[in-house]
């Protein structure tokens, strides 16, 4: 068995219902099995909307462990300078990160405060690192915190994985 990460219902909120995304639980694929309202990150790989065994609905967004860099991510145009809650609910099975690898692997919930008008080396980068192994659904939530002194341009929530 392919080791695989799964996520579904990912939300960029304040407190529910306060949902910012489009397509947080992937329920939408495209015609090209991508999940509506998500594209790709700079140097990664499609993931995959498939149907298996999700938390909710019919589908879920998979990342498999192919030694790839493989992920989703969405464009949060315009949130506010605000405080915000990205939150996803993960299952993992038979997921390996080495960590020696020179390639580095990972298997993250990441996400991006860009703010108008300064460059991406200003960027505020939060996230989480999502354990190896196996586990069922767990909620995890990476708290984004902008700085107050710039106004907020966009926020990137990023799901994305290198792993075995």
């Given at each position: 068995?392919?080791?695989?990460?799964?996520?579904c219902?990912?939300?960029?909120?304040?407190a529910?219902?306060?949902?910012l995304?489009?397509?947080?639980?992937?329920?939408?694929?495209s015609?090209?099995?991508r999940?509506s309202?998500?594209?790709l990150?700079?140097?990664?790989?499609?993931?995959?909307?498939?149907?298996d065994g999700?938390?909710?609905?019919?589908?879920?967004?998979?990342?498999?462990?192919?030694?790839e860099?493989?992920?989703w991510r969405?464009?949060?145009?315009e949130?506010?300078?605000?405080s915000l809650?990205a939150v996803?609910?993960?299952?993992?099975?038979?997921?390996k990160?080495?960590?020696s690898d020179?390639r580095?692997?990972?298997?993250?919930?990441?996400?991006?405060?860009l703010?108008?008008?300064?460059?991406y080396?200003?960027?505020?980068?939060?996230?989480?690192?999502l354990?190896?192994?196996d586990?069922?659904?767990t909620?995890f939530?990476?708290?984004?915190?902008?700085?107050?002194?710039?106004?907020?341009?966009?926020?990137w929530?990023t799901?994305a994985?290198?792993f075995?």
């Amino acid at each position: 068995m392919t080791a695989a990460a799964l996520c579904c219902l990912i939300a960029a909120c304040l407190a529910p219902p306060d949902n910012l995304l489009v397509n947080g639980g992937f329920e939408q694929p495209s015609a090209d099995g991508r999940p509506s309202g998500w594209g790709l990150a700079n140097g990664h790989l499609a993931a995959l909307v498939v149907e298996d065994g999700p938390r909710t609905g019919r589908h879920v967004g998979r990342l498999d462990g192919d030694g790839e860099a493989h992920a989703w991510r969405q464009v949060v145009a315009e949130p506010g300078t605000r405080s915000l809650l990205a939150v996803g609910w993960f299952r993992a099975r038979g997921i390996k990160v080495d960590k020696s690898d020179p390639r580095e692997q990972y298997l993250r919930f990441y996400c991006h405060i860009l703010y108008r008008g300064r460059p991406y080396a200003e960027t505020t980068h939060q996230w989480k690192d999502l354990p190896a192994g196996d586990f069922n659904w767990t909620r995890f939530a990476v708290p984004l915190t902008p700085r107050t002194d710039q106004p907020v341009e966009c926020v990137w929530i990023t799901v994305a994985g290198r792993f075995t």
